[in-house]
């Protein structure tokens, strides 16, 4: 009953002052989300991979999604399923593949619902703030997805401040 009567004073007790209020978050406009996937596109074009790349905003949500004619149907999934997880995590899906090899406490990350764990995956950021996330699927490895993701952040970044 105790235990009971703690967790009720918990869950009803006052937030402190700093906590009540709005929160004012950054995240990418539609325009930028856009103008990425067309340039992260266009990159593995010219190397001749057929890619769909997908960017989503700072909670997960699709912003913006573009596949190259000829693109396999499975790389929608993939490319929003990496973005997806880049913004979850704040990190690129290649350092959460690295922790998930390497740390035993990070093996079941790739069982959370949603999540991709291989290359592909990258946060947006302007400043430190992660306002949303770019993701590749398509080209033949995950560090060739980074790449062109890459060029999808760098075609915008100067626009991220």
């Known amino acids: 009953m105790r235990r009971l009567l703690l967790l009720v004073g918990l869950a009803i007790a006052p937030l402190p ?12 406009s539609a325009g930028l989300a856009a103008e990425a996937v067309a340039a992260a596109v266009e990159a593995c074009a010219g190397r001749g991979f057929r890619v769909t790349a997908a960017v989503v905003d700072r909670s997960g949500v699709l912003r913006a999604l573009l596949r190259a004619d ?20 704040r990190a690129n899906t290649t350092q959460i593949l ?10 079941r990350l790739p069982d ?18 992660v306002v949303g996330a770019i993701g590749v699927g398509g080209a033949p490895g995950g560090h060739l997805d980074d790449q062109c993701a890459e060029a999808g952040i760098e075609r915008i970044r100067d626009r991220l401040n």
């Open 112 to 129: 959370i619902e949603g999540f991709l764990v291989v290359g592909g995956g990258i946060p947006i950021r302007a400043g430190e703030d």
């Open 17 to 28: 002052a700093g906590a009540q209020g709005l929160v004012t978050e950054r995240t990418l």
């Open 70 to 89: 000829g693109a396999g149907p499975h790389t929608i999934a993939s490319a929003r399923a990496k973005a997806y997880t880049a913004a979850s995590m």
């Open 98 to 107: 690295e922790t998930v090899r390497t740390n035993p406490a990070a093996a």
